[in-house]
């Protein structure tokens, strides 16, 4: 049976790619799903009654991860709700690709505040629960992009980069408290985010990727609900690419 059952996970941007696989696969495993999306009402209205199909507890909850207030209020539902949180998934981001000499500082902004400002938010509303109830596991959603800098990228590059150092000092600071905290660096994986680019680009990508193909949010995904079960329990500020070998 899987140690996930019966916990409850936040998974920010849950609507839609590797957010909304994320939700299915704890929801599958047995965790309840408490899930952020922006605008995306219809898909989050859908998924909920999928969720809800395994046998657990839902609850949707439209929020824009750059602003405090809101994100509190997730944490303060969740408590009301579920009385409990174990799980944090700081998934929600967005790109706005442009050459840097290109790049307007209201795309650099919104990058950098959806990506890492959400990421501290989310983070910063649960971190007081964690900390009284001596537990906790969130896994913060970079990219290979955050490692190796991509071109037209030096937006995403630098919060994904962010959320990494983030997400180390903070493994450090809360590890007493049993808390662990990990990073997951997709590559090139099939959601919208990636359906948004030229197919010749594509093309490109798939030359860069040793196994040949995108990945699927759901390998992603199983990586999360790993990350956050118990044999995953000596693992804190670790950064797993999922990326078919993009950034060997
Ligand atoms: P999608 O574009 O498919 O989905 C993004 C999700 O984030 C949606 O649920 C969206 O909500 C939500 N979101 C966007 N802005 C906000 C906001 N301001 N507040 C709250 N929620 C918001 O993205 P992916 O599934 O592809 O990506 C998920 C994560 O994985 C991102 O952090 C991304 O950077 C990362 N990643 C993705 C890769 C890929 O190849 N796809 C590669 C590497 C990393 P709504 O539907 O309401 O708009």
Same mark, same amino acid.
């Given at each position: 049976? +899987?140690?996930?059952?019966?916990?409850?996970?936040?998974?920010? !941007?849950?609507?839609?790619?590797?957010?909304?696989?994320? =939700?299915? /696969?704890?929801?599958?495993?047995? $965790?309840?799903?408490?899930?952020?999306?922006n605008k995306s009402q219809k898909e989050a209205d859908d998924l909920v009654v999928e969720i809800k199909k395994f046998g657990v507890d839902c609850l949707s909850l439209q929020t824009d991860v750059?602003?405090?207030?809101? =994100?509190?209020?997730?944490?303060?539902?969740?408590? /009301?709700?579920?009385?409990?949180?174990?799980?944090?998934?700081?998934? $929600? !981001?967005?790109?706005?690709?442009?050459?840097?000499?290109?790049?307007? $500082? /209201?795309?650099?902004?919104?990058?950098?505040?959806?990506?890492? #400002? @959400?990421?501290?938010?989310?983070?910063k509303a649960a971190i007081i629960t964690f900390l009284k109830q001596k537990k906790g596991c969130i896994i913060n959603m970079s990219s290979v992009s955050g490692i190796v800098g991509l071109v037209g990228q030096t937006n #995403? +590059? $630098? +919060?994904? *980069? !962010?959320?990494? !150092?983030? +997400?180390? *000092?903070?493994?450090? /600071?809360?590890? *007493?408290?049993?808390?662990?905290?990990?990073?997951? =660096?997709? @590559?090139?994986?099939?959601t919208d985010m990636v359906g948004s680019l030229r197919e010749d680009l594509k093309k490109e990508i798939l030359k860069l990727v040793p196994l040949k193909r995108l990945g699927t949010p759901e390998e992603v995904a199983l990586i999360c609900t790993f990350l956050a079960s118990e044999k995953a329990s000596y693992l804190t500020g670790e950064v797993i690419r999922v990326d078919g070998g993009l950034a060997i």
């Open positions: 049976m +899987s140690d996930l059952r019966g916990k409850t996970v936040i998974i920010t !941007g849950g609507s839609r790619g590797i957010g909304k696989a994320c =939700c299915l /696969e704890f929801a599958k495993q047995g $965790a309840n799903v408490v899930f952020t999306f750059r602003d405090y207030d809101q =994100c509190y209020a997730v944490v303060q539902k969740t408590l /009301e709700h579920f009385k409990q949180v174990e799980i944090l998934v700081n998934n $929600a !981001g967005i790109k706005k690709d442009k050459a840097l000499f290109m790049m307007l $500082a /209201e795309e650099w902004k919104d990058v950098i505040e959806t990506n890492l #400002y @959400g990421t501290f938010n989310m983070t #995403y +590059s $630098a +919060s994904k *980069a !962010g959320i990494i !150092g983030f +997400s180390k *000092a903070l493994a450090k /600071e809360v590890a *007493a408290y049993g808390i662990r905290v990990n990073v997951v =660096c997709p @590559g090139f994986i099939e």
